[in-house]
T-cell receptor, first 111, second 117 residues
Framework: ELKVEQNPLFLSMQEGKNYTIYCNYS?????LYWYRQDPGKSLESLFV?????AVKQEGRLMASLDTKARLSTLHITAAVHDLSATYFC???????????FGEGTQLTVNP | NAGVTQTPKFQVLKTGQSMTLQCAQD?????MYWYRQDPGMGLRLIYY???????DKGEVPNGYNVSRLNKREFSLRLESAAPSQTSVYFC????????????????FGPGTRLTVL
C-alpha cells in the first residue's frame, strides 16, 4: 500500500523567509504532483514532476523530485502573505491508476 | 468553459437519508474521480471512472455508489447516510486515467460540504 507523508503539517513563517516542505512516499512511482488549496476552496494544480531530478519553478515556489530517495520537496523563497494556503503532494501509482495524497501542509505567512 | 462543476454546494442530511451528489465536466475528459476530504487526512479516493462505462473502487468505497451517466457526468450516491460520512466531497477529472508518461493532471470541482446529523 502506498503511503505519502508530508512534513511539516503546519508551518508558520515570516514574510521574506525561506522554507521547505517535504513529501516522502513508500513505493516506487514515476510521477508526483503538488497542489495548492486556499481555505474553503478547491485544489489547484501547481507542478507535475515526471522523472528523477526533475525541477519545476513558478514564482517563489520550486519543486523537485528524487525518485531514488522517494522524496519530493517544495521550496518557498522569500515568502509573501499570498502564499498562505494548504499544499498537498500526490503520488501516482501506475498499478492503481490513481493518485494518493499526503495529509497536506498548512502554511501561514505572517507579515 | 466552466471546468468541473458540482451540486449542491452544501447539504445537511439526517442519518439514514439518501442523496446524490452531481458532478459534470466540460473539458472532454475521459476520467473522473470522487474524493472525500477530512481534516488531517488529505484527500481519499472513493471511486473513479477511467472512461465512460467503467467504474472502480478507490480507497474508501464503503457506503457509496457511483454512476458514470455519460462522458460528462459522474454522480456519487449515499444510500443511507451516516455521521461518519460528514465531509467535503470533491469531484475531479483528467484527460486520461493517468497511464503512461504524461503531464496529465486532475482538475477539481469546488466541492460539496456534507453534514450528516
Amino acid at each position: 500500500e502506498l503511503k505519502v507523508e508530508q512534513n511539516p503539517l503546519f508551518l508558520s513563517m515570516q514574510e521574506g523567509k525561506n522554507y521547505t516542505i517535504y513529501c516522502n512516499y513508500s513505493t516506487t512511482s514515476d510521477r508526483l504532483y503538488w497542489y495548492r488549496q486556499d481555505p474553503g476552496k478547491s485544489l489547484e494544480s501547481l507542478f507535475v514532476l515526471l522523472s528523477n531530478g526533475a525541477v519545476k519553478q513558478e514564482g517563489r515556489l520550486m519543486a523537485s523530485l528524487d525518485t531514488k530517495a522517494r522524496l519530493s520537496t517544495l521550496h518557498i523563497t522569500a515568502a509573501v502573505h499570498d502564499l498562505s494556503a494548504t499544499y498537498f503532494c500526490a503520488v501516482y501509482l501506475s498499478s492503481g491508476s490513481r493518485l494518493t495524497f499526503g495529509e497536506g501542509t498548512q502554511l501561514t505567512v505572517n507579515p | 468553459n466552466a471546468g468541473v462543476t458540482q451540486t449542491p454546494k452544501f447539504q445537511v442530511l439526517k442519518t439514514g437519508q439518501s442523496m446524490t451528489l452531481q458532478c459534470a465536466q466540460d473539458m472532454n475528459h475521459n476520467s473522473m474521480y470522487w474524493y472525500r476530504q477530512d481534516p488531517g487526512m488529505g484527500l481519499r479516493l472513493i471511486y473513479y471512472s477511467a472512461s465512460e462505462g467503467t467504474t472502480d473502487k478507490g480507497e474508501v468505497p464503503n457506503g457509496y455508489n457511483v454512476s458514470r451517466l455519460n462522458k460528462r457526468e459522474f454522480s456519487l450516491r449515499l444510500e443511507s447516510a451516516a455521521p461518519s460520512q460528514t465531509s467535503v466531497y470533491f469531484c475531479a477529472s483528467s484527460k486520461y486515467a493517468q497511464r503512461g508518461a504524461s503531464t496529465d493532471t486532475q482538475y477539481f470541482g469546488p466541492g460539496t460540504r456534507l453534514t450528516v446529523l
